[in-house]
């Protein structure tokens, strides 16, 4: 016969790791009815995609005032050949005119307003979404945003 004697501590880590498991089976079941929202567009309906314009300033230890622009998010995802509408609205600096590298999609985004571009890619890659005038760091940049189709 055989006697078992549990400590405190061991009682302890025990309860912890019982208590972890019941913890996360109940999160799980709770998650299971969750529905995932990404990419359930209807077939023939273009997916909506919104991107804004922002901006960051900072000062360096020596007192320079240095700022950068980005688009955001930064990266989307796409599937080949899904019909994609970018709605792409400037909140900070005046105006950013733009190309989609791989494409001959162009135009501009200004403060305050609304640019509208529908995509569709035929092949797989990252393309690039490029400020024209922010390209790189030198110009207040970069401020590219990559679009991933897979």
Known sequence: MHIYILKKRSFFIFF??????????????????????????EKGHAREIHLVTGEFKAKTEDGQEIEAYRWDPGTIFIN????????IYGVNGREH??????????????????????????????????????PDKHSNGPMIAYIVVD
Request: contains cysteine; glycine residues 6%.
């Open 16 to 41: 912890l790791i019982f208590v972890s498991v019941i913890s996360a089976s109940i999160l799980f079941y709770v998650n299971s009815k969750a529905v995932t929202t990404f990419n359930q567009s």
């Open 97 to 134: 005119p733009f190309i989609i590298e791989g494409t001959k999609i162009e135009g501009v985004v200004k403060q305050g307003e609304e640019s509208v571009v529908e995509v569709q890619f035929n092949k797989e890659g990252i393309y690039r979404l490029v400020c024209l005038t922010h």
């Open 80 to 87: 080949k050949n899904e019909k994609v509408i970018l709605r």
